[in-house]
């Protein structure tokens, strides 16, 4: 198997589009798709400052690392939950890149620590709240990398998001019929009122397996293990069902995400836009001051229950 552009010997095929690469033309590959979702989605500039979410996964290294090949100005902030030794070995890979990567650019980490703020690991937490792990965890690191981008005045946030990523949330969206959700499922949203930070997934044009290849190659040290609190959830279920349509026939994720995405550009706009609609409903913490639905957001009440329910 020959490269598709260069013909020397290839190390990955991409079914998808129906190519072969050997690895600097799949360097190539994957920084002109991660040049291509940033331009035609709007994302960010060069000048602008942007926050990458990083967990020590393959994807978001490889998005911090694709970034600062590209040129752009990005920092990134790791939020340590506190999962027994999935949490310990991914900081290590977080800090390793950090110091041995990310600091030649002249990059930056930032760290919280979910256990220092609550006082417990995010699964302690979360029982002692009576409170899903995956939603605690999922307000927490919402509001910090909310808050880090605001307080540090980034212009943008980035998330690893992949296109497995999207295609199986538009699936369980779709499957349960969740329209607000799928008016939220773009790969740019914008800031909509004072307080939140715009957000972005330039990685949604590349797939698990291209990422995956694309960190291997790079030698980008990352944390193989999902989140063990991942395991059996509905995410993992509609990714393996959409791995089954792809290996019958390749693109079915991109003609799938890619075709919602190019419907919902082509929609007219309704007579409240989402901007609209959060600018209706939200307003300032009065304990914090980050947007909320509520009179005092659901992390800081969640915070008050573990000072009173927490062991200190
Ligand atoms: S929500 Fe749940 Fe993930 Fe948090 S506790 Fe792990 S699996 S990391 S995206
Ligand atoms: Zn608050």
Redesign the pocket.
């Known amino acids: 198997m020959n490269c598709t552009k260069c013909k020397t010997k290839a190390v990955i095929s991409l079914p998808r589009h129906n190519a072969a690469f050997c690895k600097g033309c799949f360097n190539g590959f994957v920084h002109d798709q991660v040049a291509r979702a940033i331009k035609s989605e709007w994302m960010f500039g060069k000048e602008e400052r942007i926050l990458v979410a990083v ?1 020590g996964g393959k994807d978001s290294l490889a998005l911090w690392d694709i970034l600062l090949k590209l040129g752009y100005r990005a920092d990134a902030l790791y939020v340590n ?1 506190g ?1 027994g030794t999935y949490s310990e070995q991914s900081h290590a890979k977080v800090t390793k890149f950090a110091e041995v990567v990310a600091a030649s650019h002249g990059a930056t980490l930032h760290l919280h620590t979910v256990e220092q703020e609550a006082g417990a690991g ?1 699964k302690e937490l979360a029982q002692l709240i009576h409170r899903p ?2 939603s605690t ?2 307000t927490i ?1 919402r509001y910090q990398f909310n808050r880090v981008a605001i307080e540090q005045q980034y212009d943008v946030m980035a998330t690893g998001h992949n296109l497995d990523d999207e295609a199986a949330r538009l699936l369980g969206n779709v499957l349960h019929w969740q329209e607000e959700y799928l008016e939220k499922q773009g790969p740019s949203l914008p800031a909509s009122v004072e307080g939140f930070a715009k957000k972005v997934k330039p990685l949604y044009r590349l797939s698990e397996r291209e990422l995956a290849a694309y960190a291997v190659l790079n030698r980008i040290d990352y944390i193989v293990e999902e ?1 063990p ?2 395991k059996g ?1 509905k995410m993992l279920q509609y990714k393996e069902v959409l791995n089954r349509l792809e290996t019958e026939s390749p693109g079915t994720k991109q003609t799938f995400y890619w075709g919602f995405l190019e419907k919902q550009s082509k929609k007219q706009p309704t007579a409240t836009t989402m901007t609209e609609k959060d600018r209706a409903v939200l307003h300032p913490c009065t304990s914090c001051s980050q947007p909320t639905t509520a009179e005092v957001c659901s992390y800081c009440k969640m915070m008050v229950r573990a000072k009173t329910v927490v062991p200190r």
């Open positions: 967990s939950l999962i995010i792990t995956c965890c999922g690191k989140c609190m991942a959830s």
